[in-house]
């Protein structure tokens, strides 16, 4: 391989698009690039309170565009035609309905602000009957139970219960689809000009961990099966194929058209796509038996353990195991929490709600000066609540709280659930609540360990990488006095974007596998951090209160909904 290839990462966030340029040689990054969503900023298509998020495909093209011609800016002369591959990952369960061509539908006239003909995004969760439809046929049918390999609980973030959703609406797109895309099948398929369903390459880690896709199935659930959710499903299913591909595969070579828009060498390999949390895991360093979580506005955690003779261990309640959706021939495993730095924006947005509202009467040159005050206020927030924070012992604040404010992931998918703060009293303040908060984030993260460990999988060591992970130690370190284990944080600014990068050099032949490229192209350890013995005494204490708050929750939820 000659030192002067390099490869590109791009990463689909759920607000922005980040591309980076990486010697497939010694990993260096030599140019990054950031775009965000312009519709998605705007708020277009969604409505919170509904929780249905939608994004425009138009967003993931132009950013997309606007982030590699970025990166590529940035690097040094010459250096984009040294380009040898290229490779995307993106947000998930995140499905589209599209055209016989494999066209997002809201990219055809008739169907361009249709919010149902646009990517339905993972953290949409207008499909929870449906979910729960499907959980209950999958224990009642008789038949195989399909989501005995997704944790045995399917969500509504997930493929089948959002398109399901869709069809329920019976609108317009609904009756137009002919196949359903990821997002990370969608991207590969239009940097290569792949127009026939019967080449798009779908991925095994997509497939696998949330449309119940599993080789011991054949393929994805029975006919008889999704037919007794809707007649359209079978159909559907048809076109997705039976056979999956890990992101190491070559998806095809990169069309003249995107060649030309992105300003890259035609004919480079793009790889198969897979999600953002899984290729990060791989950009992280991530190993077997090391737990890699990915603190973004939600988390994602992944673990991967050695592929055995022996039958595969089922860990209930989680997002899901497949062999090859992290590194080829080791299975995966998935679990998360539905918010973790979301529930920090939205202590802060709390916060700065009345200076936020204050302005509507000014006019003129104060309500610029107010703005801009706001602005710097709200920029403060988070910094001075963690200083704050962190003077405060474990168990001082007299606070338990409950990370569910966007439904619970896992363990054991609910996204009925709501979160909770209890022990409330005159004397509690900002800092108290915020840190309360940031311990049930870690509780969250630590029932997640729990349930690896209880069905037989063990975790040795964290790596934590995204956001969050890179800019507040004071979480960190409080995940890893609730865990009472080692945290890593990686040295890399784009980690998920660095392992895509890493996927490509392997899918277009610069190094003989991901694990090689992983060693090769590695950003390396930023810090540690070391549970604190005491805090670690503290939190067993805390922790067990965070399972009875969550218990009594749960139970008078449910009761009101029976």
């Known amino acids: 391989m000659s030192p002067e290839s390099f490869v590109l990462g791009v990463d689909f966030g759920t607000d922005s698009v980040r591309a980076v340029v990486v010697s497939a040689d010694q990993g260096?990054?030599?140019?990054?690039?950031?775009?965000?969503?312009?519709?998605?900023?705007?708020?277009?298509?969604?409505?919170?309170?509904?929780?249905?998020?939608?994004?425009?495909?138009?967003?993931?093209?132009?950013?997309?565009?606007?982030?590699?011609?970025?990166?590529?800016?940035?690097?040094?002369?010459?250096i984009a035609a040294k380009v040898r591959g290229i490779a995307?990952?993106?947000?998930?369960?995140?499905?589209?309905?599209?055209?016989?061509?494999?066209?997002?539908l809201a990219?055809?006239?008739?169907?361009?602000?249709?919010?149902?003909?646009?990517?339905?995004?993972?953290?949409?969760?207008?499909?929870?009957?449906?979910?729960?439809?499907?959980?209950?046929?999958?224990?009642?049918?008789?038949?195989?139970?399909?989501?005995?390999?997704?944790?045995?609980?399917?969500?509504?973030?997930?493929?089948?219960?959002?398109?399901?959703?869709i069809l329920e609406g019976r609108s317009a797109a609904a009756a137009a689809a002919v196949t359903v895309l990821e997002h990370c099948d969608r991207?590969?398929?239009?940097?290569?000009?792949?127009?026939?369903?019967r080449k798009v390459r779908r991925s095994r880690c997509a497939a696998g961990h949330k449309a119940m896709w599993h080789p011991s199935f054949g393929g994805y659930p029975s006919d008889d099966f999704l037919g007794r959710l809707h007649p359209r499903l079978p159909a559907l299913k048809a076109t997705l194929g039976t056979e999956t591909w890990t992101a190491d595969a070559p998806f095809g070579p990169l069309s003249a058209e995107w060649a030309k828009r992105l300003g890259l060498p035609a004919g480079i390999t793009v790889a198969v796509g897979a999600f953002d949390a899984h290729m990060g895991a791989v950009g992280g360093g991530i190993r077997p038996?090391?737990?890699?979580?990915?603190?973004?506005?939600?988390?994602?955690?992944?673990?991967?353990?050695?592929?055995?003779?022996?039958?595969?261990?089922?860990?209930?309640?989680?997002?899901?195991?497949?062999?090859?959706?992290?590194?080829?021939?080791?299975?995966?495993?998935?679990?998360?929490?539905?918010?973790?730095?979301?529930?920090?924006?939205?202590?802060?947005?709390l916060l700065c709600w009345p200076m936020e509202a204050a302005p509507a009467d000014l006019t003129g040159a104060d309500r610029a000066v107010w703005e801009r005050a706001t602005a710097a206020c709200a920029d403060r927030v988070i910094p001075e609540l963690e200083r704050a924070a962190l003077a405060l012992p474990p168990g001082e604040t007299g606070l338990v709280a409950l990370d569910w404010m966007n439904g619970r992931?896992?363990?054991?998918?609910?996204?009925?659930?709501?979160?909770?703060?209890?022990?409330?009293?005159?004397?509690?303040?900002?800092?108290?609540?915020?840190?309360?908060?940031?311990?049930?984030?870690?509780?969250?993260?630590?029932?997640?360990?729990?349930?690896f460990k209880?069905?037989?999988?063990?975790?040795?060591?964290?790596?934590?990488?995204?956001?969050?992970?890179?800019?507040?130690?004071?979480?960190?370190?409080?995940?890893?006095?609730?865990l009472n284990m080692e945290v890593s944080v990686s040295a890399a600014d784009q980690a998920v974007a660095l392992g895509a990068a890493m996927f490509a050099a392997a899918a277009?032949?610069?190094?003989?596998?991901?694990?090689?490229?992983?060693?090769?192209?590695?950003?390396?350890?930023?810090?540690v951090h070391r549970p604190d013995p005491a805090r670690v005494a503290a939190y067993q204490v805390a922790y067990r209160e965070y399972l009875e708050l969550g218990g009594f929750v749960e139970s008078k939820l449910t009761a009101q909904r029976e």
Not at 41 to 66: I, K, T, W
Not at 127 to 143: D, F, K
Not at 469 to 480: C, D, E, I, L
Request: with cysteine.
């Open 187 to 197: 991207i590969p398929a239009g940097l290569t000009g792949t127009r026939d369903l």
């Open 28 to 78: 260096g990054v030599a140019g990054a690039g950031v775009a965000p969503y312009p519709r998605w900023a705007e708020g277009r298509f969604c409505d919170p309170v509904a929780n249905q998020f939608r994004q425009h495909p138009l967003d993931y093209l132009e950013s997309m565009e606007a982030a590699v011609v970025e990166a590529l800016r940035s690097t040094g002369p010459g």
């Open 508 to 527: 277009a032949g610069l190094h003989p596998s991901v694990e090689k490229a992983q060693q090769a192209m590695s950003a390396g350890t930023e810090r």
């Open 409 to 451: 992931r896992t363990p054991d998918a609910n996204q009925r659930l709501k979160g909770a703060i209890a022990g409330i009293q005159l004397g509690t303040d900002a800092p108290r609540i915020y840190r309360a908060l940031v311990e049930a984030t870690a509780f969250g993260s630590r029932a997640i360990v729990e349930r």
């Open 107 to 165: 990219l055809l006239p008739a169907f361009r602000d249709d919010p149902d003909a646009m990517f339905v995004l993972w953290k949409d969760h207008t499909s929870v009957r449906e979910a729960e439809r499907i959980n209950v046929l999958a224990r009642s049918w008789g038949g195989v139970d399909f989501t005995k390999y997704v944790g045995g609980i399917y969500s509504s973030e997930w493929f089948w219960a959002k398109i399901l959703h």
């Open 88 to 104: 995307v990952d993106t947000t998930g369960s995140t499905p589209v309905l599209a055209d016989g061509e494999g066209t997002p």
């Open 289 to 349: 038996y090391q737990l890699l979580k990915v603190m973004g506005t939600s988390t994602c955690d992944i673990l991967v353990a050695p592929a055995s003779e022996q039958p595969e261990k089922l860990v209930p309640g989680i997002c899901g195991q497949v062999a090859g959706s992290v590194l080829p021939g080791a299975i995966g495993y998935e679990a998360g929490q539905s918010a973790f730095g979301d529930i920090y924006a939205w202590f802060k947005k």
């Open 454 to 482: 209880s069905s037989g999988v063990p975790i040795e060591s964290v790596i934590a990488i995204g956001g969050v992970a890179r800019k507040s130690p004071f979480v960190v370190q409080t995940v890893a006095d609730v």
